[in-house]
């Protein structure tokens, strides 16, 4: 996400120009991906201030991004009508839960870091939501059942491609036949703009062999504004601006392909009432050419 853990400040750095260093570590980045302990970062990451800990340091950008987030969320929910449980893993400090307690029927599950787990308590406990200290890849529960996995840049997080598949391996175990998995997830390939070097096409396969279809494949989030915006010291109006001409660009260029932000949403096998129709999915998974994203430039929140 938004800091590179690997930055360095030696103090010759203090001598180089700062477009200078900006140029050379957009160029570090896109050529060498450094492959640290992601969980020892996220951990960390609590020691910032407000949402900076979960997603970028320019807090007007998060705000907008928040909203958009909720947007889609409230899009994807079904006519709830009976007690619906949702799996929030890699919850960080709470905020996408509390977003979902403010459904009547909607009680939550949320895992992340004990760390994260005690700022989420602190900030946004509610009564509908069940706080979990716990790594995704160790969190399973053979009693549990959700409606909803949701994944709001967790899985992506997850740097050691083995403890990222067992996490995604965990959740599908733990989502009822018929029920959803959301990935709001930067899944990219690309050095520049990967987290976890992992991509949508790898995501969709691995659920594909547990049981699960794609059913949307989209994007939020236009990478090369994200990346120009997201950490910048923009004022609120200016971000504001900015913010919506890149989604609507994003619109106009190809949600997935210029997304930093992938969508991706899989039902399990089985029935599962949709408010949306089916035969208006912005891209049909199966059609959708995924490969590109290896070939284009599709960064670290
Ligand atoms: C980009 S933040 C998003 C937080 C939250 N979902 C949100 O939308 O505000 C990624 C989150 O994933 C969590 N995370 C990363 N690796 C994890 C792991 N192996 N197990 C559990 N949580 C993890 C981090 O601690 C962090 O809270």
């Given at each position: 996400m938004a800091n590179n853990p690997a930055k360095s400040g030696s103090g010759?750095?203090?001598?180089?120009?700062r477009p200078l260093k900006r140029f050379l570590g957009m160029l570090r980045r896109a050529l060498i991906y450094r492959n640290y302990d992601s969980s020892a970062y996220w951990r960390k990451r609590t020691e910032a201030q407000g949402e900076a800990r979960v997603l970028w340091r320019n807090e007007a950008y998060n705000r907008c991004y928040r909203r958009r987030q909720q947007e889609l969320i409230e899009a994807f929910l079904p006519e709830i009508d009976r007690e619906y449980r949702v799996l929030d893993i890699g919850c960080g400090v709470g905020t996408v839960a509390k977003m979902l307690a403010q459904h009547p029927l909607i009680r939550i599950d949320a895992v992340d870091f004990p760390e994260m787990i005690a700022a989420a308590r602190r900030e946004n406990s509610s009564p509908c939501i069940t706080y979990i200290a716990s790594s995704a890849e160790d969190y399973f529960d053979s009693q549990k059942r959700y409606d909803l996995v949701l994944s709001s840049a967790c899985f992506s997080a997850i740097r050691d491609i083995t403890s990222l598949r067992q996490a995604i391996r965990n959740c599908a175990a733990m989502t009822a036949p018929g029920g959803r998995m959301l990935m709001l997830d930067p899944f990219h390939r690309w050095n520049y703009l990967a987290r976890s070097k992992f991509s949508s096409r790898q995501v969709i396969a691995l659920m594909d062999s547990l049981g699960f279809t794609c059913i949307r494949k989209s994007g939020v989030l236009f990478w090369p504004y994200r990346e120009w915006l997201a950490n910048s010291d923009f004022p609120p109006e200016q971000i504001e601006k900015h913010f919506h001409r890149g989604e609507r660009l994003l619109k106009v260029l190809g949600a997935h392909l210029w997304a930093d932000y992938k969508i991706l949403e899989f039902v399990k096998v089985g029935k599962v009432r949709l408010k949306h129709d089916l035969s208006n999915i912005e891209h049909n998974c199966h059609r959708?050419?995924?490969?590109?994203e290896n070939r284009q430039p599709t960064s670290d929140n």
């Open positions: 010759l750095s203090a001598l180089v120009p959708d050419t995924e490969h590109t």
